[in-house]
């Protein structure tokens, strides 16, 4: 899967980062969300297109202004 979009909310801490990914293998489409950095939990969503991707993506951030895109 590549990852097509890449936020996290701006907290380095460990406890605190969040990240959101959208990721595709150009048929299928999945909404990863994942707290604590590298070593932390996540959830890992199927989609059935790129539109409910984003729609998750944006529910996952709960449509705050403070997360950051991260270049892919």
Known sequence: MKTERHWWNGDRTPRGR???????????????????GGAGRSKIYE????????????????????WQVVAT
């Open 47 to 66: 989609c059935p297109g790129r539109q409910s991707a984003e729609i998750l993506a944006q529910a996952w951030m709960n449509g705050q202004n403070r």
């Open 18 to 36: 969040r990240d959101v990914y959208i990721r595709t293998d150009g048929e299928s489409w999945e909404v990863e969300a994942r707290a604590g």
